[in-house]
């Protein structure tokens, strides 16, 4: 038999094998369009690199696995093309348009050039070739040049030393601490290819809230074990730091950030880590934040605490990233406004090496939140934000999600900031530096990844960890036409099953707001954070309950935060007030955020507030089933392993939608006294049912 028709059998067994999920998007199976295979191929007859350097080896070994599998015949790879045409060369470029980390893809000499200005910008280019390829979209779309718009692109790991994850639901650690250094799992390259792929160019591999054995010796040896793995694919390791570390570990009488003791140990530390990991990227802090120690704890400020880190990473090319997730437990104040209150002051006092982290939204990661005020009003400081990929307020991993609407509607929010007209100050401009012409730009995203074998439990959020890669990147892609990448790499290219399920993902997270938190509702507690338990009402302190975020009452439901209330609104710009400040004309996603609505209140919808609620509640969780139709529309052309495993979720996600929205329905009608509105039927089960459900969950 002919080896040529050998490998195609192969290949197509290999193919028809049940999709476990383990490749992610980097499928590379055999494309079925032979003209586009042929074009492609009379294009990839070899791949040739310029020079031997582990990126662009890299580069080449991804391209040669990647184009075998796709085009379905080996390509070698030379060193040097000489004379020769019909072939892939990688090589570094310093063409003008090109910007740090970027790529060009262009045609030349009867060639096919990928070039970068650095080792990564050409594995990026790469990379973009095989989505090309991988997408189905012709070779004649050359020549392309793309430079990321953010300088750094993080994943945040909240990864514990002993193997758990916080808010973690896809499985322990991706990261074996009692196997580093000396065993290297073989996924940790894996993990690197996809994140790769994505421009993602850093990682921050322990949780926020940090151990201080992180920086003991023993685990920085681990840490630089994962750093070599990591480096050919250029991404660099950072770590969370705990900030009383030089008392803890280093045996100090304290951690005072003006105290020289604590700098020449913190100095010394990060001379260490350097001599260890001589590409280590710098430090996460979370401090003075839900128990956390800090700088506070010495009268100092934040500045002062990130300031002093800076100092240490001087010599080296690192910068502190410093969360602004703060907030004091006073009964009295708004957790909405604490971020600001405390980074406020101290903007354009922090070091030219700090970034300052901030949450997308000002309260935690809820389904909609409105943009954080700190990013209108912290002009003089670079601002990182930091999305959640990992599903905490989302339905964990049983809840099919598709996060890019969410992403986008943050980024393309309007500040305002420093009277800027409508479009030129959005969220996204502030991030990448670009409004306030800062050096340093960051983007962060909290991992969904864990040791399950599909890396995040549902197989639909790995859509989500490809947004967010795929936005950090470029924050203008849409999230549509991210979704169909996404979908034609990982799911199938069959036109109508593509549709379907794009269309699928592009309402799946209005769904789940309207089951979960409509019009504005918000449901951060302490707990599991899986169900709303509206009901909830006792905590330690006051900000840890949920009657404090909906504050349901005989009158109505809602935050007032206008000036009648906390006027957290004032935190913003005036254009951005407007806009939310009055409830007869604030859009009504955004309405129980900032006004404390009268149950019977008419609505631009015509309905009343309690009407409105319902409709949503129920056409919400009704809207499930929708999901499971188009599901089940697209049977034939997906994967059977994979397609019972999503139909296995969504039929659970039917269920606990049913549930959240009777939680909600049963626990507010007592105050809006009023029946619920046709054609919607009352829950057949009682309050006490759902409450018992609760209970039962928060068990595991
Ligand atoms: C890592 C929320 C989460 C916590 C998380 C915290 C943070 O409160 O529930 O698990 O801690 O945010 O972002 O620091």
């Given at each position: 038999m002919h080896y040529r028709y050998l490998l195609f059998l192969l290949l197509l067994a290999a193919n028809s094998y049940a999709d476990d999920g383990y490749r992610l998007w980097l499928k590379y199976d055999l494309i079925n369009d032979a003209p586009q295979r042929e074009t492609y191929s009379r294009s990839a007859q070899f791949i040739a690199l310029t020079s031997n350097t582990p990126t662009l080896k890299a580069a080449a070994d991804e391209l040669q696995t990647g184009l075998q599998g796709l085009l379905g015949k080996p390509v070698p790879v030379i060193a040097n093309a000489g004379n020769r045409t019909g072939g892939i060369i990688l090589t570094i470029r310093k063409a003008q348009a090109l910007a740090k980390d970027g790529y060009q893809l262009s045609r030349e000499k009867g060639n096919l050039v990928i070039g970068g200005k650095t080792d990564a910008g050409v594995l990026y280019g790469a990379f973009a070739l095989l989505r090309q390829l991988q997408t189905l979209q012709p070779l004649e779309t050359l020549p392309r040049t793309s430079n990321p718009k953010i300088q750094y692109r993080l994943l945040n790991h909240w990864d514990n030393p002993n193997g758990s994850v916080e808010r973690g639901y896809a499985g322990e650690s991706l990261w074996k601490w009692y196997e580093l250094p000396e065993r290297l799992d073989p996924r940790y390259r894996d993990y690197a290819r996809a994140n790769a792929s994505l421009g993602i160019n850093g990682t921050v591999v322990n949780n926020v809230n940090a151990s201080a054995r992180f920086l003991t010796r023993e685990y920085l040896d681990k840490v630089a074990a994962l750093a070599t793995v990591f480096r050919p694919y250029g991404i660099r390791v950072y770590l969370s730091v705990y900030f009383p570390a030089p008392k803890v570990i280093g045996g100090l009488k304290t951690a005072d950030p003006l105290d020289p003791e604590v700098r020449k140990w913190w100095a010394d530390k990060t001379k260490e880590i350097y001599g260890l990991i001589p590409d280590f990227g710098g430090y996460l802090v979370k401090a003075n934040s839900e128990g956390e120690p800090g700088p506070q704890d010495y009268n100092r400020t934040h500045a002062d605490g990130a300031n002093m880190l800076a100092e240490a990473l001087k010599p080296y090319d690192g910068i502190v990233m410093w969360r602004a997730f703060v907030y004091k437990a006073d009964p009295k104040a708004d957790r909405f406004k604490a971020a600001l209150e405390e980074f406020g002051d101290l903007d354009g006092k922090f070091d030219p090496k700090v970034i300052v982290q901030v949450k997308?939204?000002?309260?935690?990661?809820?389904?909609r939140e409105p943009f954080s005020p700190l990013f209108g009003a912290m002009t003089k400081t670079p601002l990182s934000i930091e999305f959640q990929i990992t599903q905490e307020y989302m339905g964990f991993a049983t809840h099919l999600v598709y996060e890019a609407p969410l992403f986008k509607e943050c980024l393309e929010s309007d500040t305002y900031a420093k009277g800027s007209p409508p479009g030129a100050a959005t969220v996204a401009k502030v991030v990448d530096g670009s409004l306030n012409n800062h050096a340093l730009s960051a983007i962060a995203g909290v991992a969904n990844t864990g040791s399950d074998r599909n890396w995040t439990?549902?197989?639909?959020?790995q859509a989500n960890w490809y947004a967010f890669g795929r936005l950090a990147w470029d924050h203008t892609l849409t999230s549509e036409a991210i979704a169909t990448e996404w979908v034609n790499m990982t799911l199938t290219h069959e036109p109508k099953a593509v549709k379907q399920i794009t269309g699928l993902m592009m309402r799946s997270r209005e769904i789940y707001v309207d089951y979960n938190t409509p019009l504005g509702l918000s449901r951060p507690w302490t707990g599991v954070h899986f169900a709303p338990e509206p009901w909830q009402n006792k905590s330690s302190r006051p900000d840890w309950t949920a009657i404090y975020y909906h504050r349901v009452d005989s009158i109505g439901l809602g935050f007032d935060r206008t000036a009648t209330g906390s006027n957290a609104l004032a935190q913003y710009t005036p254009k951005v007030r407007q806009v939310w400040d009055n409830a007869d004309q604030c859009p009504l996603p955004y309405l129980l955020w900032f006004h404390h609505v009268p149950w019977t209140k008419k609505l631009s919808t015509g309905r009343t507030l309690w009407d409105e609620l319902c409709t949503r509640f129920y056409t919400g969780a009704d809207s499930v089933s929708w999901m499971q139709q188009q599901w089940a529309g697209v049977k034939p052309a997906i994967d059977p392993e994979l397609f019972a495993n999503v139909a296995g979720r969504l039929a659970t996600q039917r269920k606990e939608a049913i549930w959240w929205r009777d939680a909600w329905v049963l626990y507010l009608q007592p105050f809006a006294r009023q029946p619920i509105p046709a054609p919607f039927k009352k829950p057949d089960r009682s309050l006490e049912d759902v409450k018992r459900l609760v209970d039962i969950y928060q068990l595991r």
């Amino acid at each position: 038999m002919h080896y040529r028709y050998l490998l195609f059998l192969l290949l197509l067994a290999a193919n028809s094998y049940a999709d476990d999920g383990y490749r992610l998007w980097l499928k590379y199976d055999l494309i079925n369009d032979a003209p586009q295979r042929e074009t492609y191929s009379r294009s990839a007859q070899f791949i040739a690199l310029t020079s031997n350097t582990p990126t662009l080896k890299a580069a080449a070994d991804e391209l040669q696995t990647g184009l075998q599998g796709l085009l379905g015949k080996p390509v070698p790879v030379i060193a040097n093309a000489g004379n020769r045409t019909g072939g892939i060369i990688l090589t570094i470029r310093k063409a003008q348009a090109l910007a740090k980390d970027g790529y060009q893809l262009s045609r030349e000499k009867g060639n096919l050039v990928i070039g970068g200005k650095t080792d990564a910008g050409v594995l990026y280019g790469a990379f973009a070739l095989l989505r090309q390829l991988q997408t189905l979209q012709p070779l004649e779309t050359l020549p392309r040049t793309s430079n990321p718009k953010i300088q750094y692109r993080l994943l945040n790991h909240w990864d514990n030393p002993n193997g758990s994850v916080e808010r973690g639901y896809a499985g322990e650690s991706l990261w074996k601490w009692y196997e580093l250094p000396e065993r290297l799992d073989p996924r940790y390259r894996d993990y690197a290819r996809a994140n790769a792929s994505l421009g993602i160019n850093g990682t921050v591999v322990n949780n926020v809230n940090a151990s201080a054995r992180f920086l003991t010796r023993e685990y920085l040896d681990k840490v630089a074990a994962l750093a070599t793995v990591f480096r050919p694919y250029g991404i660099r390791v950072y770590l969370s730091v705990y900030f009383p570390a030089p008392k803890v570990i280093g045996g100090l009488k304290t951690a005072d950030p003006l105290d020289p003791e604590v700098r020449k140990w913190w100095a010394d530390k990060t001379k260490e880590i350097y001599g260890l990991i001589p590409d280590f990227g710098g430090y996460l802090v979370k401090a003075n934040s839900e128990g956390e120690p800090g700088p506070q704890d010495y009268n100092r400020t934040h500045a002062d605490g990130a300031n002093m880190l800076a100092e240490a990473l001087k010599p080296y090319d690192g910068i502190v990233m410093w969360r602004a997730f703060v907030y004091k437990a006073d009964p009295k104040a708004d957790r909405f406004k604490a971020a600001l209150e405390e980074f406020g002051d101290l903007d354009g006092k922090f070091d030219p090496k700090v970034i300052v982290q901030v949450k997308n939204g000002p309260i935690d990661f809820q389904p909609r939140e409105p943009f954080s005020p700190l990013f209108g009003a912290m002009t003089k400081t670079p601002l990182s934000i930091e999305f959640q990929i990992t599903q905490e307020y989302m339905g964990f991993a049983t809840h099919l999600v598709y996060e890019a609407p969410l992403f986008k509607e943050c980024l393309e929010s309007d500040t305002y900031a420093k009277g800027s007209p409508p479009g030129a100050a959005t969220v996204a401009k502030v991030v990448d530096g670009s409004l306030n012409n800062h050096a340093l730009s960051a983007i962060a995203g909290v991992a969904n990844t864990g040791s399950d074998r599909n890396w995040t439990g549902h197989p639909m959020a790995q859509a989500n960890w490809y947004a967010f890669g795929r936005l950090a990147w470029d924050h203008t892609l849409t999230s549509e036409a991210i979704a169909t990448e996404w979908v034609n790499m990982t799911l199938t290219h069959e036109p109508k099953a593509v549709k379907q399920i794009t269309g699928l993902m592009m309402r799946s997270r209005e769904i789940y707001v309207d089951y979960n938190t409509p019009l504005g509702l918000s449901r951060p507690w302490t707990g599991v954070h899986f169900a709303p338990e509206p009901w909830q009402n006792k905590s330690s302190r006051p900000d840890w309950t949920a009657i404090y975020y909906h504050r349901v009452d005989s009158i109505g439901l809602g935050f007032d935060r206008t000036a009648t209330g906390s006027n957290a609104l004032a935190q913003y710009t005036p254009k951005v007030r407007q806009v939310w400040d009055n409830a007869d004309q604030c859009p009504l996603p955004y309405l129980l955020w900032f006004h404390h609505v009268p149950w019977t209140k008419k609505l631009s919808t015509g309905r009343t507030l309690w009407d409105e609620l319902c409709t949503r509640f129920y056409t919400g969780a009704d809207s499930v089933s929708w999901m499971q139709q188009q599901w089940a529309g697209v049977k034939p052309a997906i994967d059977p392993e994979l397609f019972a495993n999503v139909a296995g979720r969504l039929a659970t996600q039917r269920k606990e939608a049913i549930w959240w929205r009777d939680a909600w329905v049963l626990y507010l009608q007592p105050f809006a006294r009023q029946p619920i509105p046709a054609p919607f039927k009352k829950p057949d089960r009682s309050l006490e049912d759902v409450k018992r459900l609760v209970d039962i969950y928060q068990l595991r």
